[in-house]
Nanobody, 115 residues
Framework: QVQLVESGGALVQPGGSLRLSCVAS????????MSWYRQAPGRERELVAR????????NYADSVKGRFTISRDNAKNTMYLQMNSLKPEDTAVYYC????????WGQGTQVTVSS
């Protein structure tokens, strides 16, 4: 059974940084592409970034390009999202996701950017 546990969310001031983690279990992590999504209040869930199996190929939403970095450590079954220069509009619940397993959402981690 696919399990994804996100952590690292917090309240941070504009311009600050956070690193989110997603620990995966229940499947062969190193064999699957992974993604980060986010959902702000009253808005649909949106793709933030995705990463290939080896981590060589990454893609980002235009809104986070140049500020966020997705990475993975296959030896630790963990994916990361380094978020720099945070803005109030980055406030959302952040989820990791395995596209190959429909509905494989974790519980999410809350990121709030506010002064």
């Amino acid at each position: 059974q696919v399990q994804l546990v996100e952590s690292g969310g917090a309240l941070v001031q504009p311009g600050g940084s956070l690193r989110l983690s997603c620990v995966a279990s229940g499947f062969t992590f190193s064999s699957y592409a992974m993604s980060w999504y986010r959902q702000a209040p009253g808005r649909e869930r949106e793709l933030v970034a995705r990463i290939s199996i080896t981590g060589v190929i990454t893609n980002y939403a235009d809104s986070v390009k140049g500020r966020f970095t997705i990475s993975r450590d296959n030896a630790k079954n963990t994916m990361y999202l380094q978020m720099n220069s945070l803005k109030p509009e980055d406030t959302a619940v952040y989820y990791c996701y395995v596209p190959a397993f429909v509905g494989s959402w974790g519980q999410g981690t809350q990121v709030t950017v506010s002064s």
